[in-house]
Structures are given as C-alpha cells and as structure tokens.
C-alpha cells in the first residue's frame, strides 16, 4: 500500500489537523502556493521558473544545479528557498510518490465549483453537489469506454515516449534483474525486479523511465505490466463504475418524523443537523490565503532561540512569513 501523501499549503491549521488525523502521511507543498509566495516576493520569472525546475529535478544533483543557478541570480532568493527543507516540495528530496503531481490544483479547481453550492441553504447545496458528481461520472464513463488501450491516454503517452527513446539505448544484462543502460546522457542502472532506475524517473512516476523500457524490451517483457494499477484503463473505469442516480422532485419525498418511522423500519436513521453558533457578521466565501495578508516579513531567527528544539524544527517547515505570524502569535501570549 503506498503511503498517503497530502499536499496544501501548508498553513498551520492543516500541518496540525495531518498530524492528528493522518500521522502517517507525508505533507508536502503545493507548488502552486510556494512558487506565488516566492514570485510576490522576488517578482522574477527567471526565478521563477529555476524554482520549478529545481522542484522537477528528480535527483540531487540537479535539484543543486538550479539552486546555484537561482543563488547566481539573486542571493537573497537562495536563502528564502534553502529555508523550507526540500523534503517537502522538491521532487529529488521528497519522501513519498506524488507521481508527478506537485501541486494541489484539482482540489482548487473543486473548491472554485464548489463554492456557487456552498452559498445555497443545505438541501439546494448537496442537491446541487449530487447532480455535478451525476453528470461527471457519466461523462466520465462514456469517455472510458471509447478508449481501446492498456492505460489512461496521459500514461500511454508517457510509455509511447520512454519506447521512442529508448530504441537509441544500448543495454547490457548483469542478472536476471539488473540492467546497465548506456546512452548519450550517461549510464543508468535499472532494477526490474525492484522496479526502480537510477535517473529515478520509474520510482517517482509509477511509469517505467525511458532507461527501464529498453531494460524491460532486452528480455521480452511486457512494458505495461511494469507500471503501477492506478494507471490501467480498468481501475480508471472502476473508479466510476457506480452510478449516482437521479433523485425525484423535492414534492415527492417523504418526510420522516422521529419515532413513527423508526418504528416501522429499524433501518432507517434520522441525521440531525450538527450543533453549530453562527458567527457574526457577513459569511466570508473567499478563503484568504496567508500570500494577500500583506508584505512577507522576515523572522529573525535568534529572537526563537528560547523555543524548543522540535518546534522550531517543525515551524521552519512553513513559509517564511507563516513562521513570522506563528511566532509573533506565540509571543502576544506569552
Ligand atoms: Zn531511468
């Protein structure tokens, strides 16, 4: 089972509800949130760009090439990126499979739709949430049943690409198992059984690199039975197997009152609303993020220097300018 990987923002209240909920998890940044605090920052699209690819590098010595290249730049963005460990956005350091993904833009995209329901009185808003996931599951199961391949087109690309390259590669066998792949980028070492490279391209994407496709084509095996199952056109079809059905007219349902129903279905439950205080003033429908709360400010780090060891370690894990309003909260209560 791979290891459950979430990536936010990384605002404090979402690093402490992982923690609680999700101990096993692994946290990481959305690069989307970073790559803006850093461009309202530095307003730089060099930079900018040096920062993607030094989160796309998928080992360390690339990941270090960019960052100088960055620090040649400008230091000051050196020392902004080099505070956030790598762990937890760059791609050569981080500690789990995000299988190419480096951002959290489909929950964001959700969050844009959702956000028309969430406006409406209950009833209206999970109606209106229900016919969306209808629709989309449909849609999404007649678009399946047109595709005729082993993966998702996105995979199969993928794969298409890694056998082209491939063809060029020259490959020499040292065990059942083991493969040197030569090229004119370099010599790559590719377990098949293990199902890992060297250039590490099959481990972090779930798909065999270019270097393993040439080491899986020497022996004759079958390329696609070397990537991972949320990748086949059958857990894709899976996923939306289930059809959420249509839902008569509000004048039709029956309404349940407490007890007589109860008493003659045992099944049947009756959900109460939750408990809940209304805050005062407006509902706020924009989530603010901490990037428009005004100018990023700097932490002067030997101000923390009373705090414990294992909080500041977690802290620096934050955005600068998080950490600045963590502790400067800290400091009101103290
Ligand atoms: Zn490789």
Redesign the pocket.
């Known amino acids: 089972m791979p290891r459950l990987i979430i990536l936010s923002d990384r605002q404090k209240s979402i690093v402490d509800g992982v923690e609680a909920n999700f101990p096993t998890a692994f946290h990481g940044f959305c690069m989307r949130h970073l790559s803006d605090s850093f461009r309202k920052e530095f307003n730089n699209t060099i930079l900018v760009n040096l920062l993607w690819e030094a989160a796309n590098a998928l080992t360390v010595i690339e990941f270090e090439a960019k960052i100088l290249e960055i620090e040649e730049i400008s230091q000051e963005a050196a020392y902004w990126i080099r505070r956030i460990p790598p762990r937890v956005w760059a791609t050569a350091y981080f500690e789990g499979t995000r299988f190419g993904h480096l951002t959290a833009n489909i929950v964001e995209s959700l969050n844009a739709w959702i956000l028309e329901a969430s406006g409406l009185p209950i009833i209206q808003m999970m109606e209106s949430i229900r016919r969306q996931l209808m629709t989309w599951f449909n849609e999404r199961r007649e678009t399946s049943m047109q595709w005729t391949s082993i993966l998702v087109p996105s995979a199969e690309r993928h794969v298409s690409e890694a056998l082209e390259r491939a063809r060029t590669y020259q490959v020499l066998r040292a065990n059942e198992a083991e493969f040197e792949v030569l090229s004119h980028e370099g010599t790559?070492i590719?377990d098949i059984r293990n199902r890992c490279?060297?250039?590490r391209?099959?481990q972090l994407y779930g798909l065999p690199?270019?270097?393993?496709v040439a080491a899986l084509l020497s022996c004759r095996q079958n390329v696609h039975r070397f990537t991972e199952s949320c990748f086949t056109l059958a857990t894709y079809r899976k996923a939306y197997s289930q059809t959420i059905h249509p839902v008569p007219d509000k004048t039709l349902w029956k309404e349940m009152s407490e007890g007589s129903q109860n008493e003659r279905n045992g099944a049947e439950v009756i959900i109460n609303p939750p408990k809940s205080l209304r805050l005062a003033g407006r509902p706020r429908k924009k989530r603010i993020r901490a990037e428009d709360r005004g100018r990023v400010k700097r932490v002067n780090l030997a101000t923390l220097k009373n705090y414990r060891f294992s909080e500041i370690s977690r802290a620096s894990e934050m955005l600068p300018d998080r950490l600045f309003h963590h502790y400067q909260m800290r400091y009101q209560h103290v």
């Open positions: 790559n590719v490279c060297l250039c391209g099959w690199c270019a270097h393993a």
